[in-house]
């Protein structure tokens, strides 16, 4: 379903992320642990389309997402949902969990 393929995220000429690979399979629960500036914001930013790959490739449902606008690979069924940012602090967590599986298609 996620494929990962050698992925470097690089800011500039730091480089965040080296030869990330992974799969992740459909109805698989797959959890990134690790410490502050380990690489994992990266990561998700990388696979949703905010960051751009320096190298490697991401598929989603054998769709490359590559180059693909932060909106189209959300139209494509891909979502992050922050958390710890307090974006909608008002709000309970279902109801950012909705949010953030909310899509809007015309």
């Given at each position: 379903?996620?494929?990962l393929?050698?992925?470097?995220?690089?800011?500039?000429s730091?480089?965040?992320?080296?030869?990330?690979s992974?799969?992740?399979?459909?109805?698989?629960?797959?959890?990134l642990?690790?410490?502050?500036?380990?690489?994992?914001?990266?990561?998700?930013n990388a696979?949703?389309?905010?960051?751009?790959?320096?190298?490697?490739?991401?598929?989603?449902?054998?769709?490359?997402?590559?180059g693909?606008?932060a909106?189209?690979?959300?139209?494509s069924?891909?979502?992050?949902?922050?958390?710890g940012?307090?974006?909608?602090p008002?709000?309970?967590?279902m109801?950012?969990?909705?949010?953030?599986?909310?899509v809007h298609?015309?």
């Amino acid at each position: 379903m996620l494929q990962l393929n050698q992925v470097d995220v690089c800011y500039g000429s730091f480089k965040a992320l080296t030869d990330i690979s992974m799969t992740v399979d459909a109805g698989e629960l797959v959890v990134l642990l690790g410490a502050n500036g380990a690489g994992k914001s990266s990561l998700f930013n990388a696979i949703s389309g905010l960051v751009k790959p320096a190298a490697g490739e991401i598929q989603f449902e054998d769709k490359q997402l590559n180059g693909m606008k932060a909106s189209a690979v959300v139209a494509s069924g891909v979502v992050q949902c922050a958390e710890g940012r307090k974006l909608f602090p008002q709000m309970s967590v279902m109801q950012n969990l909705m949010m953030g599986a909310y899509v809007h298609r015309r």
